[in-house]
């Protein structure tokens, strides 16, 4: 189907994929397709002009049958109700694809966090919570960070979630710092967890990252550790970008100076050496994997015919449309879906959970080898059951996802 409408996307995807489940789930599989609960809350902030000022925020929690609502917050003036319910529906897929015990949530508040001061940033935070704290907990639902949001955020919604309960309960928010039960690790999880994919993907037909040319789209949070962290593995990083632009060099570009630049909040236009390009232009680019680490419909009907990536690994949430996927299938384009590819970031958060409830905090590499053994358990699964049905990847993974959380709601009496 064509469509940019996040939500209807991921309402194509799981049609797609229930083909194979018909019959087994029937009762429960329509409500699979709306959220359980869709709230919107305004946000009264005193901005620091005196102006009273409102913001729009929303919190969608899509699917609770295997465990509380899980799933960040994301702050950005584009943010709408459907995309923060099409995000919750793809946290319940991800979650369940990989077999951790919690559900689907999403939220988000329409705001360009560059406009606000630290003070207007940290009351429209703490409002949030106000309007939403009946609605989280450990046991309830439990947000992270995501675009746009992190560690400070975090910290001051558990703080003011607390000061509403009257107690200190940490395991409320993940993506917390380390100073107040953050978990080791978990800052670049989602980019070391894709990279734990990605290499187990490479070998399972004897390959690896060793001279790869890579395309990571957006050097920051995700894609910058993503970008680090690749450096390692002998790949070459022959494109990236950020909000002002896209820089290429088909012999590699300097990671060391982009990640300082980008570290010292400067912008890509500045990297002296190689080619400035555009954005699109970079997607477009000959290169072996394709990183899209930013927004969604990235790829679309529009741009997917000029795709020249042998592999696409899915760091974002939706860059893909259903229709481009389509196409990309047909061009033998293999496509590491973001439910499987960005799913580090959720599964230590769950991790940090854990710790938070158990009041006991896990060494670094004990986070790094239970991240691996559930990315890789995770990537054999969906591999197994893309090839049984011989579908792509993203119907496999859809497929082993809805299985786990239909079957929850069935013996739930859902
Ligand atoms: N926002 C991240 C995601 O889209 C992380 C969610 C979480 O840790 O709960 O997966």
């Not at 015990?101 to 703490?126: A, D, F, H, M, T």
């Not at 962290?229 to 950020?242: E, M, P, Q, R």
């Amino acid at each position: 189907m064509s469509t940019n409408n996040p939500f209807l996307s991921a309402r194509s995807q799981m049609q797609t994929a229930y083909v194979f489940l018909t019959g087994r789930y029937d009762a429960q599989f329509p409500k699979m397709m709306n959220p359980e609960r869709v709230i919107e809350v305004n946000i009264p902030v005193k901005m620091d002009s005196g102006e009273i000022k409102n913001f729009v925020g929303y919190r969608s929690q899509h699917n609770g049958a295997r465990g509380p609502y899980k799933g960040g917050i994301r702050y950005h003036q584009d943010v709408t109700v459907d995309e923060v319910k099409a995000l919750s529906t793809w946290m319940s897929i991800k979650c369940a694809t990989l077999d951790l015990p919690l559900g689907g949530g999403k939220g988000g508040i329409i705001v360009n966090p560059k406009e606000l001061s630290e003070r207007e940033l940290e009351q429209l935070s703490r409002g949030w919570v106000q309007r939403l704290y009946k609605y989280l907990g450990p046991l309830d639902d439990v947000p992270a960070p995501d675009v746009n949001t992190n560690g400070q955020i975090m910290s001051w919604m558990v703080d003011e979630y607390s000061r509403l309960l009257g107690h200190w309960t940490p395991g409320t928010f993940t993506g917390k710092p380390l100073s107040i039960g953050g978990s080791l690790g978990r800052d670049t999880a989602t980019a070391q967890g894709g990279l734990y994919v990605l290499e187990a993907y490479l070998k399972s037909s004897n390959e690896s990252l060793k001279g790869k040319k890579v395309v990571i789209q957006w050097a920051w949070n995700a894609g910058l550790n993503m970008i680090e962290l690749i450096a390692k593995t002998g790949a070459i990083l022959i494109g990236t970008s950020d909000s002002h632009g896209a820089i290429y060099d088909e012999a590699g570009l300097d990671i060391a100076h982009i990640v300082e630049l980008k570290k010292n909040k400067q912008a890509l236009t500045e990297y002296t050496w190689g080619t400035q390009i555009t954005n699109p232009e970079l997607l477009e680019l000959e290169c072996d994997i394709l990183i899209p680490a930013a927004l969604e419909n990235q790829i679309t009907s529009e741009n997917v015919k000029n795709i020249k990536a042998k592999l696409i690994l899915e760091l974002a949430n939706g860059p893909i449309t259903p229709d481009a996927d389509v196409v990309l299938f047909s061009k033998w384009i293999a496509v590491i879906p973001d439910i499987l590819a960005n799913a580090g970031g959720v599964t230590v958060s769950y991790f940090e959970q854990v710790q938070n409830n158990a009041n006991y905090y896990w060494s670094r590499e004990e986070v790094q080898q239970k991240l691996k053994l559930k990315m890789e358990t995770a990537l054999a699964g969906v591999l197994k059951s893309a090839t049984e049905h011989k579908v792509m990847l993203r119907t496999g993974a859809y497929v082993v996802a809805m299985e786990r959380i239909l079957e929850a709601m069935k013996m739930r009496g859902e």
